[in-house]
């Protein structure tokens, strides 16, 4: 079975422009979940999206959203760049049902605002 | 106060010893939890799930879950050097799919 797949695999923007992230999720797998990863702060949650539906939202400003398509992919935009918005962009697939809380992730997003 | 707290390490041992990681957490309602494998600039890879208080055994590794002192722990027996990395604790609740992290633990396993 193929794993998470996440694009691009790097981005360099400058502040106040906006990026996308995708993210393909294991196939059979209907919940996404989106992480950031900075060295200060470790792993912070960012959505969880379970049948196109936003099931839970961390602590983050509304410059971070995120959407997904009937097929279960997952994008995240992140519009008005900071600098502190460089990070590794994670996502997490799983199955999204009941008992079933182990999460798989993604290679990541390495994103560097300048 | 975090949520979860993880050893900060970093460790270093040597090949064949056995590497002892460990978490608490403050959160009663955490359910799921999870022991992550991460080498640089990679994504978290999944090593353990358990979801009851006990021991799980997959080959080299076992993880500890301990409900009443809240306190999780992951053992490595005969270390090699492909296990150094960063190992990361998760856990989420019941009803929620968000994980929590713990800080993660750094280790070298010197050949």
């Known amino acids: 079975k193929a794993g998470v797949t996440q694009t691009p695999r790097y981005l360099i923007k400058t502040r106040g422009q906006q990026v996308t992230l995708s993210c393909s999720p294991i196939?059979?797998?209907?919940?996404v979940s989106w992480y950031q990863q900075t060295p200060g702060q470790g792993l912070q949650f960012l959505f969880e999206?379970?049948?196109?539906?936003?099931?839970n939202k961390g602590n983050f400003p509304g410059r971070f959203s995120g959407r997904q398509f009937s097929n279960s992919r997952s994008e995240m935009n992140v519009s008005t760049l900071e600098l502190g918005d460089s990070a590794l962009y994670l996502c997490?697939?799983?199955?999204?049902?009941?008992?079933?809380?182990?999460?798989?992730f993604g290679p990541g997003t390495r994103l560097t605002v300048l | 106060q975090k949520e979860v707290e993880q050893d900060p390490g970093p460790l270093s041992v040597p090949e064949g010893a056995i590497v002892s990681l460990n978490c608490t957490y403050s959160?009663?309602?955490?359910?799921?939890f999870m022991w992550y494998r991460q080498y640089s600039r990679k994504g978290p890879e999944l090593l353990m799930y358990?979801?009851?208080?006990g021991n799980k055994e997959d080959g080299r590794f076992t993880a500890q879950v301990d409900k009443s002192s809240k306190y999780i722990s992951l053992f490595i027996r005969d270390s090699q050097p492909s296990d150094s990395a960063t190992y990361l604790c998760?856990?989420?609740?019941?009803?929620?799919?968000?994980?929590?992290f713990g800080a993660g633990t750094t280790v070298t396993v010197r050949a």
């Open positions: 998760a856990m989420s609740d019941f009803n929620d799919y968000k994980l929590s």
């Open positions: 997490a697939s799983s199955s999204g049902t009941s008992g079933r809380h182990e999460q798989f």
């Open positions: 999206y379970f049948s196109e539906t936003q099931r």
């Open positions: 196939s059979g797998h209907r919940s």
């Open positions: 358990t979801y009851s208080s």
């Open positions: 959160n009663s309602a955490f359910q799921y």
